[in-house]
């Protein structure tokens, strides 16, 4: 099993900005894909931007030009920078990682944009 540790949530005003991190307890590269999803109150947990071990990202539209997804192999850890926050982006936002055989998640941290 592999565990999954977000951090880096808070609250902004619209405009601002946040990095989230997400440490994993083995080698990145041993997983496919990591990612980010989020889910707002009263709402369905949604896709938000995933990485490839070759590097390529994917982002939902609603993100695209704001946000960016990297990783740093060395310290077996993903980030998403968020840049222009908008009040509809207030959710828990959820790391995950994808191997062959499994899926794990993280408990989620915290981001909450004001108006």
């Known amino acids: 099993q592999v565990q999954l540790v977000e951090s880096g949530g808070g609250l902004v005003q619209a405009g601002g900005s946040l990095r989230l991190s997400c440490a994993a307890s083995?080698?990145?590269?041993?997983?496919?894909?990591m990612g980010w999803y989020r889910q707002a109150p009263g709402k369905q947990r949604g896709f938000v931007t995933s990485?490839?071990?070759?590097?390529?990202?994917n982002y939902v539209d609603s993100v695209k030009g704001r946000f960016t997804i990297s990783r740093d192999n060395a310290k077996n850890t993903v980030y998403l920078q968020m840049n222009s926050l908008k009040p509809e982006d207030t959710a828990v936002y959820y790391c995950?990682?994808?191997?062959?055989?499994?899926?794990?998640w993280g408990n989620g941290t915290l981001v909450t944009v004001s108006s």
């Open positions: 995950y990682g994808r191997a062959t055989w499994s899926t794990y």
């Open positions: 990485i490839m071990t070759d590097g390529s990202p």
């Open positions: 083995r080698s990145i590269r041993e997983i496919n894909v």
